[in-house]
């Protein structure tokens, strides 16, 4: 699963290259070349040439960063050696949109720092899949291997030119259900276990934070609209996870004082005792 997200994403970046080229050249990578006269020149800058620069810097930024996303997850299940709360069929599911999501702007030729994170946390996702198969005992090698060659199946054609049409014009829409499907599977494991167990604060944060500024950079670049209503159901549904992750994070934190406080008190009692 993991060779195949890399081989996907070498794909990726040649054909963004080959899309990026053939469109407007930029100036230090941020600059369209009428914005980077008006702003080093004497021309007054418009105000088109500010929104677009900084939907430029943020898509960039997105994308240069999107490699820290689960880094914060990754390192909390290797040091607890444990995936408890974690939903293996989220992080399938949300694998495949993200696989879904780079083919449909490929597709759609849609410039590629509106979408490469996606390939870049795809990599991550199956780096947190491939971790399953140390920390989970429920789940056996051979179930493991079996969705990933079904995986490879699904995907392949759609970054061969094998796959139909109806299939492009349709992925956005199966997006979104892909998108509700893995994040409601993981809000309903929230909510039967009564916490989140070893889901990591800091890369929900990010991820939220990120959906929030893609929506931004999409409406300033004028995006194909069922792409903007997808990131629209992904800021929603992932904030609803991350209230639950801060609800948890709060009740340990207020569990962890009483215990501390507890402590201290016996400790106290325990010093007047032998006082006396």
């Not at 407007?24 to 040439?49: H, M, P, T």
């Not at 490929?106 to 590629?112: A, P």
């Not at 604060?201 to 609209?225: H, K």
Request: some cysteine; hydrophobic content about 45%; glycine content about 4%.
């Amino acid at each position: 699963m993991l060779v195949v997200m890399l081989l996907f994403s070498f794909s990726v970046s040649l054909n963004a290259q080959t899309n990026d080229h053939s469109k407007e050249e930029y100036k230090l990578i941020i600059f369209s070349e009428l914005c980077y006269d008006q702003f080093f020149g004497n021309a007054e800058v418009s105000s088109d040439c500010i929104s677009d620069t900084i939907s430029r810097t943020i898509s960039i930024l997105m994308v240069a960063f999107a490699i820290m996303n689960q880094l914060p997850q990754i390192h909390k299940i290797w040091k607890s050696q444990s995936i408890q709360g974690i939903s293996f069929n989220a992080y399938y599911t949300e694998l495949y949109l993200l696989s879904f999501i780079t083919a449909y702007n490929l597709y759609k030729q849609t410039k590629f720092i509106l979408y490469g994170e996606n390939a870049i946390v795809g990599l991550e996702y199956s780096i947190v899949l491939s971790l399953f198969i140390f920390y989970d005992k429920n789940l056996n090698f051979h179930q493991w291997l079996f969705k990933a060659v079904f995986f490879i199946l699904i995907n392949t054609p759609l970054y061969i030119g094998l796959g139909p049409q109806w299939i492009f014009d349709m992925t956005i829409y199966i997006n979104m259900s892909l998108l509700f499907m893995a994040r409601f599977l993981q809000i309903r494991l929230n909510c039967q276990n009564r916490n989140t167990g070893q889901l990591s604060l800091l890369t929900q944060l990010q991820n939220s934070a990120g959906s929030i500024a893609r929506l931004f950079t999409l409406f300033n670049d004028n995006a194909d609209f069922s792409y903007m209503i997808y990131v629209l159901e992904d800021n929603i549904m992932g904030s609803i996870l991350l209230m639950q992750i801060i609800k948890t994070w709060r009740a340990e934190r207020t569990k962890n004082k009483k215990n501390h406080d507890i402590s201290e008190q016996s400790t106290c009692e325990d010093i007047k005792y032998d006082q006396i």
